[in-house]
T-cell receptor
Framework: DAEITQSPRHKITETGRQVTLACHQT?????MFWYRQDLGHGLRLIHY???????NKGEVSDGYSVSRSNTEDLPLTLESAASSQTSVYFC???????????FGPGTRLLVL | KNQVEQSPQSLIILEGKNCTLQ??????????LRWYKQDTGRGPVSLTI?????NTKSNGRYTATLDADTKQSSLHITASQLSDSASYIC??????????????FGTGTRLQVTL
């Protein structure tokens, strides 16, 4: 069955370190997204990609970067982790404007 | 500013009872309205998607309604079960410039179903 996976599921890191969160989907979807979820906020878009070599900034992109070298993967990198980036991160994928976004299980990141 | 507001923030009901969750949205240009269910520690899972021309859509015991004129939606859960305990997230979609819609997420209604 097609799926979307994220790794690691839990991560503790220190302020200033570079961190990369992995996202892998086997839906063969062109669209992939990274969101963060914090208490009191709805899911907020960090970065998204419409296909290989395409990346775009979302509403909360500062301090994050992504790259899309193939259809299946969209890794999210925190260049220099900050305590404000402590959050739960979700990856999602979809195909087309009105199609469902399928979400991964999430990565819980703690920055100390 | 695009916004989605949900009420109530949390709700406790007895197993077998019905409940209705509310959503008001301000998104333009509006494309569709989605409801997601998010179990604790998991990613959101889609329940329904409705375009502006659809008034109601069902998925098993879940029935969503949409009034595009008043920009309101509701999610009705019939004969609740313990497994319905989760957060329910309303999401308004606006027409994007690329191949994917731009989504605005509500903060969710936390539903607890008890014995």
């Amino acid at each position: 069955d097609a799926e979307i996976t994220q790794s690691p599921r839990h991560k503790i890191t220190e302020t200033g370190r570079q961190v990369t969160l992995a996202c892998h989907q086997t839906w063969n979807h062109n669209n992939m997204f990274w969101y963060r979820q914090d208490l009191g906020h709805g899911l907020r878009l960090i970065h998204y990609s419409y296909g290989v070599q395409d990346t775009n900034k979302g509403e909360v992109s500062d301090g994050y970067s992504v790259s899309r070298s193939n259809t299946e993967d969209l890794p999210l990198t925190l260049e220099s982790a900050a305590s404000s980036q402590t959050s739960v991160y979700f990856c999602a994928s979809s195909e087309g404007q009105s199609e469902i976004q399928y979400f991964g299980p999430g990565t819980r990141l703690l920055v100390l | 500013k695009n916004q989605v507001e949900q009420s109530p923030q949390s709700l406790i009901i007895l197993e077998g009872k019905n409940c209705t969750l509310q959503c008001n949205y301000t998104v333009s240009p509006f494309s569709n309205l989605r409801w997601y269910k998010q179990d604790t520690g998991r990613g959101p899972v889609s329940l329904t998607i409705m375009t502006f021309s659809e008034n109601t859509k069902s998925n098993g015991r879940y029935t969503a309604t949409l009034d595009a004129d008043t920009k309101q939606s509701s999610l009705h859960i019939t004969a609740s079960q313990l497994s319905d305990s989760a957060s329910y997230i309303c999401v308004a979609s606006q027409i994007g410039t690329g191949t994917a819609s731009k989504l605005t997420f509500g903060t969710g209604t936390r539903l607890q179903v008890t014995l």
